[in-house]
């Protein structure tokens, strides 16, 4: 081990410098909701996030290149939900008119099976799924950052630089992160067998500063070795000697074995555009375009956004959709999912019959569709480059800090509660899954994460995607519709009041700044209505005809803009 960290520091101190000389001050910084720009742009969950992304760019990097850096510094600022130790989706749009989608979602460990997490009655302990070593599926994302690097043009090393500076010498937190820390405190004791750089002895507050030495080391490995320094070597033993000591399942042979796979995007067209998306074991895509297309033919302009008629309707598409996810959707690797026959737009026109207006449909009378035979704690960011690169990344730990274990100075996942435990149980979402997503070895579990492009002309005009679990789905659908058809402009498509329905539980979740005269509206057609916290949080790029680029980080978190 000790030459690998002579090796990092030859390759990282001069790029360490270079970060520094740079604008990027992690005791200093301001959040940014709003920017207009001419060139390009980063949106991310932390301001100094998007900022190593544009500093990236500034060193004569792509929207790739940035994408990668972005999302290694949210691995250090918001651990919360940025990670090395989960996984996610890239959907890309490169300036020669390639689609490119990424998918390196985690996997169920190779010893995992169907009833891992059921007693000896056959009931399910959702618990298990979520808390501790148990909870983790194995580590996506080094690959799928290694599978991206394909499209980038500076070294790996230099992408690092950031995401290792803020790492070594810590930066400060907002009251937000300092919440969630505290929040967590009693978790990351009771959950992990090492001390971790998330607990100290007093409670965290906002100005204090965050350093993570451990994680830092783990990224000068992969610095110095590439994906090998993650999946092989000191790191890979470092959560194999974790998984050991607390009664977890991931091997070296599944870090060993992991690779991220390069799959073929959906892309459809709805209202004179074409949508580009992410195919499964993303639901996210296959629900975008039959929401889309279940809503297409009603004048939801006419009728006005936030209009009882039209939110009705978008509510019965949402319910719709979901009740389909339920049945039929998993990894298409391990399970065959009719998802020609799901986006067929005769089906998604069918799937409406049942609707009528005024007058709320019932979950219980809505199932899936019938379907013969054929021979889803998350964060986003959206990149734009001056050359027309575009960029949507969503990545997850599924639950808030993932399952709180710490291993080589970064948190695990929880992602195996993303299976279908027991089919028919909820998950933390509330979501209910089918056989198509019970767990197996080495299988992926379905996820809702939604990264966008919106094209016209061939062109990015929409960048978008949000964390937010089961309301991944309702919230990009509605941000599209927000701007295709609404024709809000970008802070009001991000920052709108937003509602979901998914299927079951048999309710409509609205914000708390929800017009209560639509409510009011909705409850009078016989929907139940529940008020929540934030749904979601939205980034979006939209480019202009005229090259202007506006980019919009959700007034919900600390979300923030950055570009030059």
Sequence with gaps: MKRYFILCSFIMAPLLLAAQQVKLNPYDYSIDKYLEINSAAVVSAHPLASKAGVLI?????NAVDAAIATQLALAVVFPEAGNLGGGGFTVARLKNGSNISIDYRETAPGTAHRDMYLDANGEAQTRKSLDGHLAAGVPGTVAGLFAAHAHARLPFAKLLAPAILLAEKGYVITAAEAAGLNRKREDFLRLNTLPTAFVKNE???KG???VQKELANTLKLIAAKGMKGFYEGPTA??????MKRGGGIISANDLKNYRAKVRQPILFDFAGYKILTMPLPSSGGIGIQQMLGMVEKYPL???GFHSAKSVQVMIEAERRAYADRALYLG???FVKVPVKKLTDKKYIEERMQSFTPGIASESKNISAGNIAPESTETTHLCVIDKEGNAVSVTTTLNGSYGC????AGFILNNEMDDFSVKPGTPNLYGLIGAEANAIAPGKKMLSCMTPTIVLKNNKPVLITGTPGGSTIITSVFQTLLNDLIFKLDARNSVNAPKFHHQWLPDQVTVERDFPDST???LEKMGYKIVKSGSIGRTELIKIHANGKIEAVGDKRGDDSAAGF
Excluded: H, N, S, Y
């Design 331 to 333: 990894d298409q690797d």
């Design 301 to 303: 302009q006419e009728w």
């Design 57 to 61: 760019m500034q060193q004569g990097g």
């Design 237 to 242: 033993e470092k959560i194999v000697a974790e």
């Design 404 to 407: 709180r274990v710490v291993a």
């Design 519 to 521: 409510t009011q509206a």
């Design 208 to 210: 204090d500063t965050l």
């Design 203 to 205: 409670p965290w507050k």
